[in-house]
């Protein structure tokens, strides 16, 4: 099992609709988790962060944890057209040698459209 | 407060060159980072540093060389590049532990080896 592993995608969604991104990890990356969200031909840039089981909400973005089904979402209401990018589900790895490292996923194109 | 800066943007390279990636914060933090980001795939860890003075490798550290000599500057050196290092070349910092803090991410340097 790769460390970090997004639904492939790429994924569109009408405007106004929902939009689901999911990510499952392996034992290795347990700390904490992250969403990037990375528009074309630029860098990433942290819009989400969560460290414990349950929901966290800011704004029209919810992240969601799951520690005991080792996964992990992020839900976008109200999708926009300015939504569309790539996003990427980071894991911290937990101990050992891995320590202070992140894990990424491959990412999950994601277009809204009109 | 100019973030993360990368230099160059662009280069190409030709197989058997050498060449540093520049990177350079003005945030104070500790820790920075070096990843690569192939064509539709998520970020690999090349190389980081948790302060000046101290590196360790990342996923992928063969073919490349750092030094951390200053807490601002963390060059990435391509020592005989090949074809396989064509890629988007990331720097980020983070003030703490990357694996539970958010990482600023530079601009990218987009590199081809021809």
């Known amino acids: 099992q790769k460390e970090v592993e997004q639904n492939s995608g790429p994924l569109s969604v009408p405007e106004g609709a929902i939009a689901s991104l999911n990510c499952t990890y392996s034992d290795r990356v347990s700390q904490s988790f992250f969403w990037y969200r990375q528009y074309s031909g630029k860098s990433p840039e942290l819009i989400m962060s969560i460290y414990s089981n349950g929901d966290k909400e800011d704004g029209r973005f919810t992240a969601q944890l799951n520690k005991a089904s080792q996964y992990v979402s992020l839900l976008i209401r109200d999708s926009q057209p300015s939504d569309s990018a790539t996003y990427l589900c980071a894991g911290g790895n937990a101990g050992g040698t891995s320590y202070g490292k992140l894990t990424f996923g491959q990412g999950t194109i994601l277009t809204v459209h009109p | 407060n100019a973030g993360v800066t990368q230099t160059p943007k662009f280069r190409i390279l030709k197989i058997g060159q050498s060449m540093t990636l520049q990177c350079a914060q003005d945030m104070n933090h500790n820790y920075m980072y070096w990843y690569r980001q192939d064509p539709g795939m998520g970020l690999k860890l090349i190389y980081y540093s948790v302060g000046a003075g101290i590196t360790d490798k990342g996923e992928v550290p063969n073919g490349y060389n750092v030094s951390r000599s200053t807490t601002e500057d963390f060059p990435l050196r391509l020592e005989l590049a090949a074809p396989s290092q064509t890629s988007v070349y990331f720097c980020?910092?983070?003030?703490?532990?990357?694996?539970?803090?958010?990482?600023?991410f530079g601009p990218g340097t987009r590199l081809t080896v021809l």
């Open positions: 980020a910092s983070s003030w703490t532990s990357g694996s539970t803090d958010t990482q600023y």
